[in-house]
């Protein structure tokens, strides 16, 4: 009885394309943005933002990059490690050339530059569907990888091939380097993760995402009623290689600090945020951060458990993480296919009839 | 004959024989493939799983031994006996076959009709799922795989065509186990591509290939050839598990070569079999002469991560459904 | 009722009825079609007149469908020439044929399901809409308004159809009755100046076909929008249709108004039948 839309009549289509058409879920919208940018930032310690806050804001920027390709316009993707990747040494080569310019924009240049490498890594898409696009997109991820492996430019030819984040300062306050404190790291990632589900949501709910989801249904039909699938699929390469390469960058610079291209960005990256977005639900982006919180909570909350609680080494609680996350892949694509956010779908469902069950 | 152009030839042998080793890994996905419509990412991570499997039973290990020791505060190790490859063989056998049972009574009965994606996503989680298993089980350190296969470059072969190529060339360096492992998986693609075409089951793998309905009305129970075709990739999985980790040691990196036969498959076609045959050789040779003409000495090396998946590619701008695969006409 | 060969491409005239029914529109000259070594479509040449409703019959395996794809542009013929507007139309992407105002229906249902239909329709106002990435990332001034004037035009569309009520409705949830229909209103929303529909009123009972019949006529009635359709009833051919190309194993093997078609030895041995009275 609280949650309920009888009586709530739109009267224009403006109103009726709103992102919360339900009371409810806009209040509750923007009490979580209240508690996002007026409350955490103060209570917020290091190791909640090391932990756990900052790298599910990154995931959910990555994530949210990743369902746009592949949950909306159903271009299988498994190169998101390589992306990231451009982002992060994109922003890396920018801060160390351009040292004076603010680190905001050199996050968004290098979703920019990571844009233009998805828009020509997408073109074989124009031929190639289904695994055997999926296939192309690893022929990138390991592309990439060796690239910024061998090509010494790219780490300014230091003898580790590591690359560093110098200290970067936005209005005063360091936010990348070991000196920056966790509020302003988490403000930054809050910063972009804001600014992309924004701008996610227009896109979606406009032609283009439409055009994107046409093409992901039926992308003959699609073709045949007027949707361009050149532009379509590019730009959907493009969008979200912007949004992966701002996850990159932010993961190098603001989180680790130092990253090694094989180990941060590899394949299992690839992998990584592809079980978010299965597990959130393809093609949402609510469901884009319910995955990214479910994978980066999962592995603390077993960390806790297995060695906290019950004593085992950690290794041995290493290998049940991968038990239990392929266990668990496997249960919802059985289960939920259309994973977590359908599950949140159902449950609101449900209590816009409460107290009656139909 | 100049020690250049041998040394070039001696790339292309190993390139074939790479090539058949791949083929043998791409065979597996075929069949899965082509029987289910699922491509069973998880393929590399079973040839892992099986290599690790035999170790484990050959040495005597006992399963679990590292979380029982951290639940219940014991020390065991090993059961105290070693048990002859053969043998060991035959019992690992066993528990691919149970393995594949499992796999199909509680992942993929339940996805039967799910898209490609989804079913692909399945054998992902799968592979993860698999690996923490095989860790749990046997442990994650490096093991030693020897079944009785010989070892290093043969000196025969090295002596005999020493002569060839004047003073700088020093005979073709052949390694042994590579002889071997190309002879057992060219009996073993024979047999498969016999099985399938002669038999009475491998005609039910192939209805069921085509067609799950028409299969259905037949009579033939599609669980049944699931079982058999996953049991069959558990058979192709633990030769090629053997082969290399005859090479190069039981570990983690075995499961990349499922990354391997991406390529073969890309260009074979996905449901052929003599596709992933031609592909795989044509991988096989493609990638080292490649590395050995242009990587080493222009690109500082280590091209070998990333031509095939190019070659593949380039490939399939050109024939979207591989050399063999069948022509995909839209219809609307 | 006129006879083809009679009529100068370029004239018009009223129908029995008033309507007005002007030059040639689509002219199909030649068309052979082939899948390897199968010819799908043998030397084939028909038109299409403005305003008219024209009905392309025939056995199953015809080729009709083909013939629309080709007109579609999705499949490019090995030989002929398909004049659009009096002027040949080069190999032209589907979705630029799409762009000058060709919308089709489906034999089998194509329409997007992970999407609603409203949003379904709406993909049909693509002509229209031509905001660009950057706007519509920002959801700003042209994005936005064209978005609101086109969900008005998409409204109208809905309400013509009587769909009301399931505009909100993801389309896999719908029947197939309805699943039709929606897919009319997809193509009616790119306000087409040729409408093609294939097998609309399949798998439909009575009173269903007669819905159908009726906003077909109105179509053709209220937005003069020329329709060509492929059609097994015959009751609803020789109704609605103001001429009937018909087609069998890839060959034309009649062409002409429907009581032409009707009695046409041809036709009635290799589609038709007798009837036993």
Known sequence: MFYREAGDFKTSYVADSQTFPLKLDKVGFWVTMMVAWGVIPFIITDYWASALLVPFLIYAIAAIGLNILTGYCGQVSLGTGGFMAVGAYACYKLMTSFPDVNILIHILLSGGITAAVGTAFGLPSLRIKGFYLAVATLAAQFFLVWLFNKVSWFYNYSASGQINAPERLVAGFAVTGPASPAWAQYLVCLFFVTLCALIARNLTRGSVGRSWMAIRDMDIAAEIIGVNPLRAKLSAFAVSSFFVGIAGALFFAVYLGAVEVGEAFGIQKSFLVLFMIIIGGLGSIFGSFAGAAFLVLLPVALKIVGVDWLGWPTDLVAHFQLVIVGALIMFFLIKEPHGLAHIWGLAKEKLRRWPFPY | ?332 | MLENQTLAPSDGYVTADGRQIGGVMMDLRNITLRFGGVEAIKDISFDIREGEIRAIIGPNGAGKSSMLNVISGFYVPQEGEVWFNGTKRPPTKPYQVARQGIARTFQNIALFEGMSVLDNVMTGRLRQMSSGLFSQALWWGKAQTEEVENRAAVERIIDFLEIQSIRKTPVGRLPYGLKKRVELARALAAEPHLLLLDEPMAGMNVEEKEDMSRFILDVNDEFGTTIALIEHDMGVVMDLSDRVVVMDYGRKIGDGTPEEVRNNEAVIDAYLGVSHD
């Open chain 2, 1 to 332: 004959m100049s020690a250049d152009f041998l040394y070039g030839i001696e790339v292309v042998i190993n390139g074939l024989m790479a090539g058949v080793l791949y083929a043998l890994v791409a065979l597996g996905f075929v069949l899965i493939y082509k029987a289910s419509g699922i491509f069973n990412y998880a393929q590399g991570v079973m040839a892992l799983f099986g290599a690790l499997t035999l170790t484990g039973i050959m040495s005597g290990q006992v399963p679990f031994a590292h979380l029982i020791n951290a639940t219940f505060g014991t020390h065991i190790h090993n059961f105290g006996w070693n048990v002859p490859a053969l043998g060991a063989i035959a019992l690992t056998l066993v528990v691919m076959v149970g393995f594949a049972w499992m796999v199909q009574k509680f992942v993929f009965r339940h996805l039967v009709g799910q898209e490609p994606i989804i079913l692909f996503m399945a054998t992902i989680g799968l592979a993860y799922f698999l690996e923490g298993m095989g860790d749990l089980m046997w442990g994650s350190d490096i093991k030693k795989l020897d079944v009785g296969l010989p070892q290093g470059g043969s000196r025969w072969i090295e002596d005999i065509t020493a002569g060839l190529g004047g003073d700088d060339f020093y005979g073709f360096f052949i390694d042994k186990l590579d002889m071997v492992a190309t002879l057992v998986a060219a009996i073993l693609v024979i047999s498969l591509v016999m099985f399938s075409q002669y038999t009475k089951q491998g005609r039910a793998m192939r209805a069921v290939a085509d067609d799950h309905q028409a299969a259905l009305s037949v009579g033939i129970s599609l669980n049944y050839i699931w079982i058999l075709v996953w049991s069959l990739a558990g058979l192709v999985a633990l030769v090629a598990g053997i082969m290399w980790g005859a090479k190069s040691g039981v570990q983690f990196s075995l499961s990349l070569i499922a990354l391997k036969a991406l390529p073969v498959l890309m260009l074979g076609g996905f449901t052929s079999i003599p596709g992933a045959i031609v592909g795989g050789l044509i991988i096989g040779v493609g990638e080292k002469l490649f590395e050995y003409l242009i990587g080493a000495p222009f690109l500082g090396g280590a091209t070998e991560n990333w031509f095939a998946y190019v070659l593949a590619l380039i490939f399939l701008v050109f024939r979207p459904q591989g050399l063999f695969g069948e022509k995909i006409i839209e219809r609307v």
